[in-house]
């Protein structure tokens, strides 16, 4: 049963949307909430469709079922504020340039952390890095079933994080801390919505705050260096030293809260002048 897990904090008239990762919680995005919140953004940190339940729940879904959840909560927190901005990690980063793509108007910058088109991090199984197969794989019937288990190091390298985290996951508490494990078909949807975002990214005109760790066991610096080469936008990049995959907990955190407010507050302040305050007309997102 999938449990209602996102939050609300009310703030300034610029807002920032949240968006987790594959089999992620909104918990995972608690810490950035939290911090910018305390900067003067409102923030919703959102709850992708299918995720926070069991198995079940997410194999009931595919990657249009999140990005129309991701269209939909961009949608409430966009008739609040004046101005937008969109930060995802892991999975969630891909759909946030999904949505800068498809509402260029609407999305006035981009935070795009642990970006994540491929698994081919140095701690990554052997079908992360076969992933790409699985769109024809489940396709045909092969591995409907099967589910690759997540590994050590998981994505955080604060061992007390770390701990308390896993003890959660491995325990079935998935509002707190997401599924043990990726169900191939999953994987399949997250490859299919990859390629057709790799295959866009050209069209994204919105400003990209890129935060990565130098030593991600999930994804490798290749991928934010797609972004790097692909958008058609003004690019900052902030490499995380001391952090694994999970940046938005790990122990890099602070310094990656302190550079997304001053990237987001800097971009409004430059758009607000651009208009007389209050003339500024909310974009639609249909």
Known sequence: MIKPSEFYLRGGRTGVLLIHGLTGTPTEMRFVGNGLSRAGFSVLGMQLAGHCGDEADLLATGWREWYASVVAAAERLREQVDHLFVAGLSMGSVLALKLAIDHPDAVDGLGLYGTTFFHDGWATPPIGRLAF??????????????????????????????????????????????????????????????????????????????????????????????????????????????????????????????????????????????????????????
Request: proline share 5%; charged share 25%; hydrophobic share 40%.
């Open 133 to 286: 197969l699985l769109p024809l794989l489940t396709r045909v019937g092969i591995g409907r079933d099967r589910v690759s288990a997540e590994t050590e190091p998981y994505g955080i390298k604060d061992e007390r994080i770390r701990n308390r985290i896993v003890g959660a996951m491995l325990s079935g508490d998935s509002q707190a801390a997401g599924l043990a494990g990726f169900p191939w078909p999953s994987l399949a949807e997250f490859q299919r919505l990859s390629l057709h975002v790799r295959r866009r990214i050209g069209r994204v005109r919105a400003p990209c705050l890129i935060a990565h760790s130098s030593n991600d066991d999930v994804a490798s610096l290749r991928n934010a260096r797609i972004v790097q080469r692909g958008v058609r936008a003004p690019v900052e990049t902030l490499l995380l030293d001391n952090s694994y995959h999970m940046v938005t907990v790990d122990q890099d955190r602070g310094q990656l809260i302190e550079q997304s407010a001053a990237f987001f507050q800097q971009i409004a302040e430059r758009r607000s002048l651009e208009l007389p305050r209050g003339a500024r007309v909310a974009a639609a997102i249909d």
